[in-house]
């Protein structure tokens, strides 16, 4: 039987999550003996061929792009997982979704103190995605199955998990892994 | 001009004995003379009363009737309950918008109007219904609205716009308004006539434990909702260490569809006052307060007039009716507009002239309440029904029942909505509401409020249903819907207004609520599946379960009750087959903002796809 693939992806997060997610060390000899990467960072295949098994997602949605992206993943992965805050609930991008577009804009291309732009005009090509009214968590946009909190989730949270929904056994998350305050 | 708001100011605080406990009743007077507190105001206000500035600055962000802007000199405050958008709130709210050219929350250029939506003002059997200052305005419709702008702009007195007078005492010198009592059914107990005095003589005739007693017996219990057995408070009050001991009545009636305090406090202010006098007998209380809601400030002037009278007649003040060491009096202390402030312990911060917000509980009121001292607060229906124990005698009391078990006496409720006849009916306790509807002519309703938002709503069903404590308990509010209503609708309503009165202390309360009502939105714009109602039950629960006080511990109610007994309501707005599956993401709305920004046809993303996919 072939071994289970997982694809990542990170959409509007930092990669902190997937750093998180090396940092299970060592143990990722295991889990590639548990599993193939599909289309992710870590392998860098850029295009899904065919039907996967998990797929991990960091970040929410800030722009259109983050939303065909989250979108392709959907259609693709049977077990869809949101990993970190920024996926199950907006994190820190979603800081912006109180203050009007318009004013986020200028403060990036227009009136930031490092900004330089002597033309004064928003740029506008078609290779930039437009950004959403707000960030949205994933499970806004599509159906997501599982949530993993956490800034980031622990690399341990991460393996227990991974290993959990793999092996079909009961998940164990110590509370030592879920608590964040 | 600052010299003269300095002179004013000084006035009004030395009024009040420079005292910061008054500030309620300070920072009002200032609001009624200056149209607002505003930085200045409050700092002179602290200086004057010695507190601190962000005590001031925090009583008048929080009540709405206080602002630190300045409002027009005269503010129109239109009623935003369900009720009265059912009567037609939005054409009055439309043509007041026309009339005046401004929207809700703001005021005309030369200061003379302001236009501002408050929560139920207690006139719903005579909606829709606004505040022109403190002007009751009631059974508006757009043509009525845009008159009373003309006249008012004529001689801008709103106690001019009514020209018809109400029933019974509304037509009072110093009532003097086109309220209506609408009071269908008068019951033996709240409603029966008052013979002034005879209550408190009867209860003088035996020691204070001997009252308390008469109260046991008679089984009263709180007529706000809670149903605590009134003696026991009292009891519990009485037994309180404190030299200082207050008797406060509950005129605070916030709750949406509730009116009845206001014909009580109408009619039979009497019964009220004979009842608050008994109880500072009882409990070995001086002092009597009677926290009146801003939204019944026309009925203040007609109020003190009785209190007066009873003076007069040593019924209050100083050895009341010959009995020496026996003194007790009564002041009226003004609200600002905040439901919350109907809460027990925020009604008595709100007393002391602080922020209305709850209290921790223990210590309980009954130890540990206005100004430290043991407090009982009691319902104005309540303190009515005292009075009417003590004329009868417990037994006669407690046989004016229907005899359901637990629930003595009657209850005043107040219906509105989709019936023919809206008002106050006082009814038995254990009356079935199938035939209070029938009495109201509701009885074809799909659904019925009771007890308010925060309470139950009820199923055909469940018409048989009693109104007692131990099956429906309620302060009073009978909403009724038709068929013709959506019920979600107001549900979403029913949500708004907590999200409006949450005093933002918890966060359960004051982030749930709002989600709650996002949730909801959804379904009703149909972008809602059969998972989003597991969270509206999961959430619901956690804002129950975790609020710190019963604002929020009630206010998902709406919210369980439609999905347990209306659950069609929800899932005839979700697709077909859409188990679990979410309505699809709508991009093209998302973007709309940015592509306005960056000024991006549409044509421009379409042709990227097309590149990326070809």
Redesign the interface.
Known sequence: MAKPKVATTSLAGCFGCHMSLLDIDDRILQLVDLVDFDKSPIDDKKHFDGPVDIGLIEGGCCNEENVRVLQDFRTHCTTLISVGDCATMGGIPAMRNGIPLAECYAEAYLNGPSVHNPSGEIPNDPELPLLLDKVYPCHEVVKVDYHIPGCPPPADALWQALVALLTGKPLALPYELIKYD | MADNKRKIIREICQSCGDDPTRLMDIVRAVQMRLRCVDDEAMDLIAKAVNTHRVEVAGVVSFYAFLADQPLGDIVIRLCDDVIDEMAGSKYVAEALRSELGIDFGQTTPDGRFTLAWTPCIGMCDQAPAALVNDVPVTELNSDTARRMIHELREHMRPELLVTRVGDGNNAHPLVQSMVKNNLRHAGPVVFSPVNRGEAIRKALAMTPVEVIRAVKTARLRGCGGAGFPTGMKWEFTRAAAGERKFIIANADEGEPGTFKDRVILTERSDRLFAGMTIAGYAIGASEGILYLRAEYAYLRRYLEEVLAARRAENLLGRAICGRPGFNFDIRIQMGAGAYICGEETALINSCEGRRGEPRNRPPFPAQHGYLGGPTAVNNVETLCCVTKVLEVGPGTFSELGTGVSGSAGTKCLSISGDCRAPGIYEVPYGTTLRSVLDMAGGSEAAAVQVGGPSGKMIAPAEYDRRICFDDLATGGSVMVFSRRRDLLHVVSRFLDFFIEESCGYCTPCRVGNVLLKERVDRIRHRRGNT?DLDYLRELADTVKLTSRCGLGQTSPNPVLATLEKFPHAYTVLMPPNGN???AP?D?E????????????ERQ??T??EENRNG
């Open positions: 998972t679990g599956a979410l993401f991009l709305a998302a973007t709309g903002d940015a592509r306005a920004v960056v000024h991006r421009h993303s042709a990227v």
